[in-house]
């Protein structure tokens, strides 16, 4: 995505409407999630402050790794997980160098875990 990887200039910047898109996405979400926070407008002003935050991080998460001169890959941990797993985290994998070129084998950065309870 970045116009000149070997420059190494910063990640890119996120796009103008990213701050719109994440409003309207939290507001959708709120009457989801209105059923886990406390009937008080403090706790909602709080806890929808909270998810834009998380969005926002995210959102800049990935336009970082984008803009990172090396290819990434996102891995999901594989194999059979037992019946209470709660939550995946996907791992990641470094797929070329800092000049572009493919590994010869993709470098395991994070390993992917599977959480239960």
């Known amino acids: ?3 000149d990887p070997a420059s190494r200039e910063g990640p890119l910047p996120l796009p103008t409407g990213i701050t719109s898109q994440i409003e309207s996405l939290q507001a959708s979400l709120d009457g989801f999630l209105a059923c886990f926070v406390h009937r008080d407008s403090r706790a909602v002003f ?3 402050k909270n998810l834009e935050g998380v969005m926002h991080e995210c959102a800049t998460f990935g336009y970082t790794l984008f803009s990172h001169p090396c290819e990434w890959q996102i891995d999901m941990a594989a194999g059979e997980a037992p019946r209470s797993v709660l939550l995946v985290v996907p791992g990641l994998k470094k797929l070329s160098d800092q000049q572009g070129q493919l590994l010869e084998k993709p ?3 994070v390993a992917p875990r ?3 309870v």
């Open 1 to 3: 995505m970045h116009g």
């Open 46 to 48: 709080d806890q929808g």
């Open 107 to 109: 470098r395991e950065v």
């Open 114 to 116: 599977v959480l239960q």
